[in-house]
């Protein structure tokens, strides 16, 4: 393992280092009083411009390693690495954009108080801040809602502000960790083709988490499958979908086979097939 801050870049390579690399990552937590494995020998990268989507059952420790890369979390082994330099994990802090399910709103700041805070924490004056802020709110579906408490708004429309407050930040990386979980079929649906639309004009390097497999497909140029706990990479699919993408691609046979794929991968094609036949066992 490389000293933390060193620069890991094969200093003969012409390829830029990539934007995330993880290499055999291994995490452990405590509950109740036992030492518990969560990942166990993590390796995969995120390059620049990439949208990478990490799927796999609950539990499988998903989070945990955004945590972990957002350096929320120490890792008990393994290295990460942005823009080809390994940071300890205390280092990590601040140099990703990190969304979660929840969109964490100040119920006492208004939407645009609310998404200026991004720049507020790195520095930018309240004033300025506050007018960067309110000129992207247009761009992300808010105008005329600068002035709205979150209570104000739909669930939709707080994870518009939450978008745009991780866009602020300004960060090379975005980690998403189920940015559409608490959402209706219909607003889920809306604010992916949006953040799909979002994302073609800024090409920022992307590892959302999702529980959706068909969400996977449609927004990711690969999905990375995580077992069960201890969570382990067991397969990753290259989604071959040209883009840009339209809602018309999740019934085409390319994005079928991907779904039987990721199905396959993760247990749950032979699940439903006994299911359906009625075979009891094991």
Partial sequence: MHPPG??????????????????????????????????????????????????GPSGSGKSTLLDIISGLFPQSDGEVRLGGVSFATGDRLGRSAYMRQRDLLLPWRTALENAALALEVHGVPKRSARRIAAGRFPEFGLGGFENAYPTQLSGGMRQRVAFLRSVLADRPLLLLDEPFG?????????????????????RQAVLLVTHDVDEAIFLAD????????????????????????VRSMVTSDAFLDHRTNLLDALGLLREQTLVAVGDDRP
Wanted: charged share 20%; proline share 6%; hydrophobic share 45%.
């Fill in 182 to 202: 608490a959402l209706d079929a219909l607003n889920r649906v809306a604010l992916q083709t949006w953040l799909l639309d979002l994302w073609e004009r800024q």
């Fill in 222 to 245: 690969r999905v990375i499958v995580l077992s069960a706990r201890p969570g382990s990479i067991v397969h990753t699919e290259t989604v071959h979908l040209p883009r840009p993408r």
């Fill in 6 to 55: 060193s620069n890991t870049a094969d200093p003969y390579s012409t390829q830029p280092p990539a934007r995330l690399a993880v290499t055999d990552l291994s995490a452990t937590y405590v509950e109740d009083g036992t030492v518990l494995q969560a990942l166990v020998a993590i390796s995969f990268d995120v390059a620049d411009g990439e949208f990478v989507a990490l799927i």
